[in-house]
T-cell receptor, first 114, second 109 residues
Framework: NAGVTQTPKFQVLKTGQSMTLQCAQDMNHNSMYWYRQDPGMGLRLIYYSASEGTTDKGEVPNGYNVSRLNKREFSLRLESAAPSQTSVYFC?????????????FGDGTRLSIL | RKEVEQDPGPFNVPEGATVAFNCTYSNSASQSFFWYRQDCRKEPKLLMSVYSSGNEDGRFTAQLNRASQYISLLIRDSKLSDSATYLCVVLRSASKIIFGSGTRLSIRP
């Protein structure tokens, strides 16, 4: 049982390049999330998808776009990468949205923007 | 001021010791509370939910104090494998999920 799978695990980009981070979950969860984690800071929510067909902005959405492709997959796109987007990105899923639902995380994508 | 604050540590304690740390939150409308554990360069994993009545899971005890707006985590008989960063998570609403920056715990032999 893979849980939440993120690809790629590492990526180096040049400023201005674009890329898409992929996330897939096999737990039949309804809700999915994208976070970034920077040193000395907690995880910050970028975007979330409460259910298939919906997406909403989180705390730090600027510079990102998302697509909930189907129930399993939720991708994060950087259209024009900037050094400030250097971070570790985590995708997560939960059975339902909000409340007391625990989140299951992928093992992260380490992204460096030069 | 951050909405969720944790002492970054590190807490360095001997194996077998009892250690406790707190997490304070500023918004009284916060609804749900969790402790997650994150090992170095790994993903966060849910450790336990925190209930008003307090809850225990083996060597771990979590407490919520709504009046003073903090949650706590107590680890008894600490093991080397407990070394990790412990993240406090507060749900202010369905879409407001706030992670603390974590408390680093190191257990020494």
């Amino acid at each position: 049982n893979a849980g939440v799978t993120q690809t790629p695990k590492f990526q180096v980009l040049k400023t201005g390049q674009s890329m898409t981070l992929q996330c897939a979950q096999d737990m039949n969860h309804n809700s999915m999330y994208w976070y970034r984690q920077d040193p000395g800071m907690g995880l910050r929510l970028i975007y979330y998808s409460a259910s298939e067909g919906t997406t909403d902005k989180g705390e730090v959405p600027n510079g990102y776009n998302v697509s909930r492709l189907n129930k399993r997959e939720f991708s994060l796109r950087l259209e024009s990468a900037a050094p400030s987007q250097t971070s570790v990105y985590f995708c997560a899923s939960s059975e339902a949205f909000g409340g007391s639902q625990p989140q299951h995380f992928g093992d992260g994508t380490r992204l460096s923007i030069l | 001021r951050k909405e969720v604050e944790q002492d970054p540590g590190p807490f360095n304690v001997p194996e077998g010791a009892t250690v406790a740390f707190n997490c304070t939150y500023s918004n009284s409308a916060s609804q749900s509370f969790f402790w997650y554990r994150q090992d170095c360069r790994k993903e966060p994993k849910l450790l336990m939910s925190v209930y008003s009545s307090g809850n225990e899971d083996g060597r771990f005890t979590a407490q919520l104090n709504r009046a003073s707006q903090y949650i706590s985590l107590l680890i008894r008989d600490s093991k080397l494998s407990d070394s990790a960063t412990y993240l406090c998570v507060v749900l202010r609403s369905a879409s407001k999920i706030i992670f603390g920056s974590g408390t680093r715990l190191s257990i020494r032999p």
